[in-house]
Nanobody
Framework: QVQLVESGGGLVQAGGSLRLSCAAS????????MGWFRQVPGKEREFVAA????????YYADSVKGRFTISRDNAKNTVYLQMNSLKPEDTAVYYC????????????????????WGQGTQVTVSS
């Protein structure tokens, strides 16, 4: 099992930047494919970005491509989401998620593919 704790959310003006962190418990973090999702009230959870176990491959939603960067530090059991050029429509609760991957090169893009979730961190972008 793995427990996930997000941090780094907050209020930022449009065009600004934030870096979210997701700290994972356990000694096998490097065996988990990781992802970031976001959700606004009344809407389904939306995929944002994903990264393989090693961090060698990443995948982004079209809405954030070129603005957001997902990365991980397996030595620190942490995955990051660097968010630049933020827009008001990026306002949401952001969640990190983990799924055990038996091999590298695994990218999970759908929420049902993930077994473990953090509690979420609020990101608010003002216009």
């Amino acid at each position: 099992q793995v427990q996930l704790v997000e941090s780094g959310g907050g209020l930022v003006q449009a065009g600004g930047s934030l870096r979210l962190s997701c700290a994972a418990s356990g000694r096998t973090f490097s065996r988990y494919a990781m992802g970031w999702f976001r959700q606004v009230p009344g809407k389904e959870r939306e995929f944002v970005a994903a990264i393989t176990r090693s961090g060698g491959s990443t995948y982004y939603a079209d809405s954030v491509k070129g603005r957001f960067t997902i990365s991980r530090d397996n030595a620190k059991n942490t995955v990051y989401l660097q968010m630049n050029s933020l827009k008001p429509e990026d306002t949401a609760v952001y969640y990190c998620a983990a799924d055990y991957a038996y091999i590298d090169y695994v990218i999970r893009r759908f929420s049902y593919e993930y077994d473990y979730w953090g509690q979420g961190t609020q990101v608010t972008v003002s216009s």
